[in-house]
T-cell receptor
Framework: GENVEQHPSTLSVQEGDSAVIKCTYSDSASNYFPWYKQELGKGPQLIIDIRSNVGEKKDQRIAVTLNKTAKHFSLHITETQPEDSAVYFCAEGQFYFGTGTSLTVIP | SAVISQKPSRDICQRGTSLTIQCQVDSQVTMMFWYRQQPGQSLTLIATANQGSEATYESGFVIDKFPISRPNLTFSTLTVSNMSPEDSSIYLC?????????????FGSGTQLSVL
């Protein structure tokens, strides 16, 4: 569970466009995949999570998809807004975090 | 969700000294964790703070360097001992859900430590 790859490391989008961040993991037994948003000077905040018994989960403008066969999961943010600008981390379980994606939404 | 207060929010320390970081939660929680986040990097788990027993440390972290206390279900401290510039980092307290087993993590705002 220690190898969680996250791409891209930086991402710039125009306001209103969609943003997609992808993560891959190595432990096929893993069954919990959260996403965190970290704003400058703050701790990470859980924004959405998914368990291995579902393939997709949505919460307003945010969605997460999981492909257990390929061992990857993705965060999708639609209709991006400037306040979505932050660093996003995926995680495998509670303890293994991806390397982070710095998202900038350009007004 | 849990509200986590972490103190201090930042500090600048001299090489060779120690700093103790406090983490207070507004409700009882079973699981408390300490993470390190080096500048521009991801989070690395230091240890799990166990109430009433010694903390469980991850590979690469030892009790002599990072002693942890957990006197009750709402409070923990992490000490960074005999600091060197390599210890400059953000240290984060985290809790999992409430008293029941819960995977959702909530984080404090972190302590930004700079060692000169």
């Amino acid at each position: 569970g220690e190898n969680v790859e996250q791409h891209p490391s930086t991402l710039s989008v125009q306001e209103g466009d969609s943003a997609v961040i992808k993560c891959t993991y190595s432990d096929s037994a893993s069954n919990y995949f959260p996403w965190y948003k970290q704003e400058l000077g703050k701790g990470p905040q859980l924004i959405i999570d998914i368990r291995s018994n579902v393939g997709e989960k949505k919460d307003q403008r945010i969605a997460v998809t999981l492909n257990k066969t390929a061992k990857h999961f993705s965060l999708h943010i639609t209709e991006t807004q400037p306040e979505d600008s932050a660093v996003y981390f995926c995680a495998e379980g509670q303890f293994y975090f991806g390397t982070g994606t710095s998202l900038t939404v350009i007004p | 969700s849990a509200v986590i207060s972490q103190k201090p929010s930042r500090d600048i320390c001299q090489r060779g000294t120690s700093l103790t970081i406090q983490c207070q939660v507004d409700s009882q929680v079973t699981m408390m964790f300490w993470y390190r986040q080096q500048p521009g990097q991801s989070l690395t788990l230091i240890a799990t703070a166990n109430q009433g027993s010694e903390a469980t440390y991850e590979s690469g972290f030892v009790i002599d360097k990072f002693p942890i206390s957990r006197p009750n279900l709402t409070f923990s401290t992490l000490t960074v001992s005999n600091m060197s510039p390599e210890d400059s980092s953000i240290y984060l307290c985290s809790v999992a859900g409430g008293l029941a087993t819960n995977e959702k993590l909530f984080f404090g705002s972190g302590t930004q430590l700079s060692v000169l």
